[in-house]
């Protein structure tokens, strides 16, 4: 039987060290620090960790069972788009087939794009309204876990916001895009952490 207590908590864990992940080991072995996460593709060194780190979130999800068929809906739709992401990466230059499946590059980005908005957007619907439902008269720590819940996914969709500004210049910082994706990916592990009461004396009712 599937511990689901730990599978959030390896699930949150994954996807914070993953930005954390690629860029040391970009930098460990001489190459440049990361534009984005998925560039980190196609570098020798780390696509292995970005592979079997975002796989293994895929997976992880698919199997996740929560505690209704909406819950297990949104969860399997958001391992598929985690996979998606993983299996078709974005567009690079100097290349005209790209990924598992060897796609046209433009084909390939278009897919990863589309996996990845729906991934952090069904992870950050997820944290606003699935993990915040409850009881009518919820507990201290329930309200407390709420506010983080609520934190973390309005910190996601604030995420793809600055995403989009960052893709037009509107935000014009050093590697703008690994930035706000490695913000996105903290929010969405705190969420999934403080859903498995990592912190039982500060989150976890009284039984």
Same mark, same amino acid.
Request: hydrophobic share 55%; net charge negative; glycine share 6%.
């Given at each position: 039987m599937i511990n689901t207590k730990r599978l959030r908590v390896v699930v949150g864990c994954l996807g914070m060290l993953?930005?954390?992940i690629v860029a040391v080991m970009s930098l460990a072995y001489g190459f440049k620090f990361p534009d984005s996460i998925s560039e980190t593709?196609?570098?020798d060194t780390c696509i292995a960790p970005f592979m079997i780190i975002l796989g293994a979130a895929g997976v992880l999800l698919l199997t996740y069972q929560?505690?209704?068929?909406?819950?297990d809906i949104l969860n399997t739709s958001a391992g598929i788009?985690?996979?998606g992401v993983c299996l078709f990466p974005c567009a690079v230059s100097g290349r005209t087939l790209i990924g598992t499946f060897q796609l046209p590059v433009d084909t390939s980005n278009t897919i990863h794009t589309i996996a990845a908005v729906g991934f952090f957007g069904i992870l950050a619907y997820n944290s606003l309204f699935q993990f915040t439902k409850g009881s009518d008269n919820p507990t201290p720590n329930k309200k407390k876990r709420n506010v983080i819940f609520r934190v973390c996914g309005i910190g996601m969709f604030a995420s793809f916001i600055a995403l989009a500004l960052a893709q037009f210049g509107v935000i014009n910082i050093p590697h703008a895009t690994w930035v706000i994706e490695t913000v996105? $990916? #903290?929010f969405f592990g705190i969420s999934w952490?403080?859903?498995?009461?990592?912190?039982?004396? $500060? #989150?976890?009712d009284k039984k």
């Open positions: 993953l930005p954390i593709y196609f570098v929560g505690y209704t068929v909406v819950d788009c985690g996979l996105a $990916l #903290f952490l403080t859903k498995a009461d990592c912190i039982p004396f $500060l #989150f976890a």
